[in-house]
């Protein structure tokens, strides 16, 4: 957390957190993973130069970016870094970088690709992440972002009910635990649209997560269902997928060696 005269908004830091054991191996999300899996695999474009995949943690995902050259894990956390790196080794093709996304160490148009997955409802400033993401991609790049959704059917049916007191059809960003944040898809595109992006692509995703269904019904059944589900559109799931594009005309590549920048002048 930052102190009452730092001006960056607060950061939820899992340094030396057992995140990856605690929440993802042998807890019973093969659904989550299966279905944002699936997400990435239709929205990424067939090929690219260069990818930074911010909020990477232990680099769960990260074997979904082959068809991309070079790509750059960022995390907040060290410890993640460190792990990640231990899984996916050290090679030329993986950069590992421990810092603020508020304040991203790279020159602009670095990137043709960006993604943030499950990372931006930990996000007090959701625009400002957005602004900074525009600054390091080409035009023409290709943003995956997925958002935790305000207006799902659970949120909307229990408001109906009188068994929450937030209103999920308000377009103000909800923030239900400190640093936890969920985002109405309105609030969402619009902010998209004012950093410089075009929404080209929406998938809700999880629209089965429920701790009894995942007990009695096959993985492969439920990815199906979520799969169909997903492919109705609605904007009501609890998470959703976008693929948008990077305003302006593609720039020449820049060099591995030459992508870092002071976070702090740009320099």
């Given at each position: 957390?930052?102190?009452?005269?730092?001006?960056?908004?607060?950061i939820?830091?899992?340094?030396?957190?057992t995140?990856?054991?605690?929440?993802?191996?042998?807890?019973?999300?093969?659904?989550?993973?299966?279905?944002?899996?699936a997400?990435?695999?239709?929205?990424?474009?067939?090929s690219?130069?260069?990818?930074?995949?911010?909020?990477?943690?232990?680099?769960?995902?990260?074997?979904?970016?082959?068809?991309?050259?070079?790509?750059?894990?960022?995390?907040?956390?060290?410890?993640?870094?460190?792990?990640?790196?231990?899984?996916?080794?050290?090679?030329?093709?993986?950069?590992?970088?421990?810092?603020?996304?508020?304040?991203?160490?790279?020159v602009?148009?670095?990137?043709?690709?960006?993604?943030i997955?499950?990372?931006?409802?930990?996000?007090?400033?959701?625009?400002?992440?957005l602004?900074q993401?525009?600054?390091?991609?080409?035009?023409?790049?290709?943003?995956?972002?997925?958002?935790?959704?305000?207006?799902?059917?659970?949120?909307?049916?229990?408001?109906?009910?009188?068994?929450?007191?937030?209103?999920?059809?308000?377009?103000?960003?909800?923030?239900?635990?400190?640093?936890?944040?969920?985002?109405?898809?309105?609030?969402?595109?619009r902010?998209?649209?004012?950093?410089?992006?075009?929404?080209?692509?929406?998938?809700?995703?999880?629209?089965?997560?429920?701790?009894?269904?995942?007990?009695?019904?096959?993985l492969?059944?439920?990815l199906?269902?979520?799969?169909?589900?997903?492919?109705?559109?609605?904007?009501?799931?609890?998470?959703?997928?976008?693929?948008?594009?990077?305003?302006?005309?593609?720039?020449?590549?820049?060099?591995?060696?030459?992508?870092?920048?002071?976070?702090?002048?740009g320099?």
């Open positions: 957390m930052s102190d009452a005269h730092d001006p960056r908004p607060p939820c830091d899992y340094e030396g957190s995140y990856r054991t605690d929440f993802w191996e042998g807890k019973g999300r093969d659904y989550e993973d299966g279905v944002e899996r997400a990435l695999r239709r929205l990424l474009p067939a690219g130069r260069r990818l930074l995949e911010i909020g990477a943690g232990f680099g769960r995902i990260t074997d979904e970016y082959a068809m991309y050259d070079h790509v750059v894990l960022l995390d907040y956390s060290l410890s993640h870094m460190q792990d990640a790196q231990s899984r996916l080794g050290q090679s030329a093709r993986f950069t590992y970088v421990a810092a603020d996304a508020y304040h991203l160490p790279f602009a148009g670095a990137f043709d690709g960006v993604t997955i499950r990372v931006l409802h930990h996000m007090a400033n959701a625009p400002a992440i602004a993401v525009r600054r390091v991609m080409t035009g023409g790049g290709t943003f995956i972002l997925e958002y935790a959704n305000k207006r799902n059917l659970k949120a909307m049916l229990r408001y109906a009910l009188r068994r929450q007191t937030w209103n999920p059809f308000d377009e103000s960003p909800l923030e239900f635990v400190e640093l936890n944040f969920d985002f109405h898809p309105a609030y969402i595109q902010e998209l649209q004012q950093a410089g992006f075009s929404v080209h692509e929406q998938i809700p995703v999880s629209w089965l997560r429920v701790p009894l269904l995942k007990q009695v019904l096959p492969s059944a439920m199906t269902a979520d799969r169909l589900l997903g492919a109705t559109g609605a904007l009501v799931a609890p998470s959703i997928f976008t693929r948008n594009v990077a305003a302006g005309a593609a720039a020449a590549p820049v060099a591995s060696a030459s992508i870092f920048a002071c976070p702090n002048c320099g």
